[in-house]
């Protein structure tokens, strides 16, 4: 329990840094690369729906906080796409690097689209297409996220040699 | 536990993050409200990682570029001298043009009305969910930044103004181009006043509630603060009127291009002046 608090933790902090960096790099690739949904992603697949759904609750506090929107809306879509990422990890295989990439690329879009429809009917809010990158997101996500895993799965297999 | 609540142990935490989130939610509806303890708490907990990261990252590249990279530098010192060469050669042309242009006493009126208290900042951050929106800077209450301080770039043009939740080490900016943002603003030639309001989805403003009958406003005509809502002083150069349509409505529909580049906002200035009538508007 508390080894997977910390490493939910750790994930968390992870994309908080990773995402503050990519804002000291490149504008474009902090709306083209959501590291939040990565991290909500790669958890979920790895701990599951709750996990999952925790991570994302947090993250998406995160966002709120820095953020002018309404606070709660970055947390109730990455919520979702937690326990969605865990719950459908658990149903069907997504470890072939190919299925992991749409799989990954389809909760991203599913999280721009929650986000997105929250923003537009709770909050009348505008969104930073900022020349298209916005679409791009989920692509970015799900090269990202796919990335993460494998890269996760090899140090995991090295370990257990 | 009872079984049946074990067995759906899953789908009734899942249940109840969203109803915490919800609720969360609409505790805010209507917009405008204070942000909230929570919030200010979070943001409190994370902005130090976020000066921690722009640290390392100004670090990583001073060391880069002072120590390491110093492939071109003679020749860039040579093409800087010859540079600061030109450039004093062209100041002092321009001096004398401005001197032949306006009196004395006129240049120091101006000089002085545009001479407030400020704050230097970094921007270390950008709003989390639309860079249009705000931006995060190293300079907080412990510096003396307050709410609906007035905010603008190295060369005087209007960024935004302080907004909650501004921490002992960091402060929140809202930028001009967020939708809720609100400036009195008047046209420099044919004093034309109006509202200037954000344009989020493009980084663009638009100049609110100038009657459709008014001609008097032209494209390309340069926008001032008027000093009216109590925040931003008068006389700051907010944007330029970018298109003017008539749409069937009372208004004119006028598309300002602001000043601020978001893409280039590294350091800015904080209006330190005393806020006289701080508004209670939405954030």
Redo the contacts between chains.
Sequence with gaps: MIRNIIKGGLTVLAAVLVFFALRQISLPLVIGVNVFTVAVIVYAVSEGEIAGALAGAVCGLIIDAFSLGLFGLAGLSKTVTGFLAGFISRKINVQPPGRMFIFAGLLGAADLALWVLLATLIAAEGFPWAGGWLLVQPVGTAVLATAVILVLRRIKARRAL | MPRFLKDR??VL??GG??F???L??SL??P?GSE??A??RV??TL?SP??RT??GV?RGAASIWSRYVYLRRVESQNERLQDEVFHLRQENMVLNNDLTGLRDARELAAGLAGLGEPFLVAAVI??????????I?IDRGSGDGVRPNMAVVDRSGFLIGRV?S?VGPGAG?V?LIT???SAVSVRSETSLVQGILAG????GTCWLRYVLATDESLAESEELLTTGFDGIFPAGIKAGTVESIALDGSLFKRIAVRAHLD??RLTRVAVLTRPVEAAPTGP?
Excluded: C, H, M
Excluded at chain 2, 127 to 132: E, F, H, L, V
Excluded at chain 2, 199 to 202: C, D, E, L
């Design positions: 142990k899953n935490i899942f993050l969203l915490a989130q919800l969360l939610l805010q509806v917009r942000p909230s929570f919030e979070v943001f994370v990682l976020q990261v722009f990252f951050g950008v709003d989390a969910s639309n860079p249009y929106r705000s995060v907004i939740p929140t809202q967020d939708d809720n344009n989020a989805k493009g978001w893409r954030r």
